[in-house]
């Protein structure tokens, strides 16, 4: 069974443009932002330590369709689910929620990287966080 997890974000004026809509990039910061949580969520983050190194997520693909405008002060629930965990990627939609109805519905995938200074690799992710990514974490 794939992870899911929901938080809820009020869209701030600084967000917005002249007409109080959302601007499109902020989009891509909430799916990070409710990405952080996830992984805050299950007592990790997004960047873990390992050995001498570090583990992070680059992204290496994403996109957001757009269904109705989100506006300055909109309370919007974000619904974040793991799509498809590979050996070396992870795919995830966020769906933009407001009073239920979808807003927007993003995706990324990002690939997991072995990081120490002077290296920076994609390498299989380990168990524990597929455990985490996969809903199977205890």
């Known amino acids: ?7 809820k974000r009020r869209v701030s004026f600084a967000e917005t443009d002249l007409a109080s ?5 902020n989009y891509y910061r909430y799916m990070e932002e409710v990405e952080h949580a ?6 990790a983050c997004v960047i873990f330590s390992e050995g001498d190194g570090e583990i992070s997520w680059p992204r ?11 506006r300055f002060e909109d309370e919007l629930e974000l619904k974040f689910k793991v799509e498809n965990v590979g050996d070396r990627s992870v795919t995830y939609e966020v769906e933009f929620l407001r009073d239920e ?5 993003g995706r990324t995938t990002a ?5 120490a200074p002077g290296k920076f690799e994609s390498i299989s992710i380990p168990q524990n966080l597929r455990a985490i990514l996969e809903g199977d974490a205890k």
């Open 1 to 7: 069974m794939a992870a899911e997890f929901s938080i």
């Open 21 to 25: 809509v959302m601007h499109f990039s």
């Open 38 to 43: 996830f992984w805050r969520s299950a007592g």
């Open 60 to 70: 290496v693909a994403t996109a957001c369709e757009y269904f109705a405008p989100a």
């Open 101 to 105: 109805k979808r807003i927007a519905l």
């Open 111 to 115: 690939v997991c990287c072995a990081t």
